[in-house]
T-cell receptor, first 111, second 115 residues
Framework: DQQVKQNSPSLSVQEGRISILNCDYT??????FLWYKKYPAEGPTFLIS?????DKNEDGRFTVFLNKSAKHLSLHIVPSQPGDSAVYFC??????????FGAGTRLTVKP | EAGVTQFPSHSVIEKGQTVTLRCDPI?????LYWYRRVMGKEIKFLLH????????ESGMPNNRFLAERTGGTYSTLKVQPAELEDSGVYFC?????????????FGPGTRLTVT
């Protein structure tokens, strides 16, 4: 069963605009969420994370929002840059265990 | 500090053959994880080593997959015999003891194609 879902396989935005990547989960026991970024022929690299006790975490141009009641999180990238073009994976953990990933969203930032 | 390395980067084998994938974690990382991504779907956890011991192998699909980490350094993942559905990208990741999944670093992956 897929407990973490990224329903948009792709997203295209203009450089300078905001990119919003969405992720939904089904298991209310998840207590930690992470976003990874993946370039072609490379492994995923950690981008930003959020604990379930928070609803927002910000790191430079990247902000993750968590809505526990809706079991939804989103990654905002502002402003988007062409170098942000990559596949973004959402992942969830329970008690630092049982890591579940979404299927990924391919972001394309057009110059 | 060298990152996680995986070998080979790409392997093409025929159904029924055997393939062994290798992962060298970052030096000093006792946690080692194997994952698989099939056909552009989600990345799925396969198993977790702590040093040479299997901490969790609940994600291993079946007994055609055998993972080892003798000596607690590099790890191998053997698929024998390979089936068509085993095609995908196999990722390895490592992290320091105590950080677990929170701070894992991924290798570039091995793309396995079974024909």
């Amino acid at each position: 069963d897929q407990q973490v879902k990224q329903n948009s396989p792709s997203l295209s935005v203009q450089e300078g605009r905001i990119s919003i990547l969405n992720c939904d989960y089904t298991n209310s026991m998840f207590d930690y969420f992470l976003w990874y970024k993946k370039y072609p022929a490379e492994g995923p690299t950690f981008l930003i994370s959020i604990s379930s006790i928070k609803d927002k975490n910000e790191d430079g141009r990247f902000t993750v929002f968590l809505n526990k009641s809706a079991k939804h999180l989103s990654l905002h990238i502002v402003p988007s840059q062409p170098g942000d073009s990559a596949v973004y994976f959402c992942a969830a953990l329970y008690n630092n265990n049982d890591m579940r990933f979404g299927a990924g969203t391919r972001l394309t930032v057009k110059p | 500090e060298a990152g996680v390395t995986q070998f080979p980067s790409h392997s093409v084998i025929e159904k029924g053959q055997t393939v062994t994938l290798r992962c060298d974690p970052i030096s000093g990382h006792d946690n080692l994880y194997w994952y698989r991504r099939v056909m552009g779907k989600e990345i799925k956890f396969l198993l977790h080593f702590v040093k040479e011991s299997k901490q969790d192998e609940s994600g291993m699909p079946n007994n055609r997959f055998l993972a080892e980490r003798t000596g607690g350094t590099y790890s191998t993942l053997k698929v024998q015999p390979a089936e068509l559905e085993d095609s995908g990208v196999y990722f390895c990741a490592s992290s320091r003891l105590g950080t677990g999944f929170y701070e894992q670093y991924f290798g570039p992956g091995t793309r396995l194609t079974v024909t």
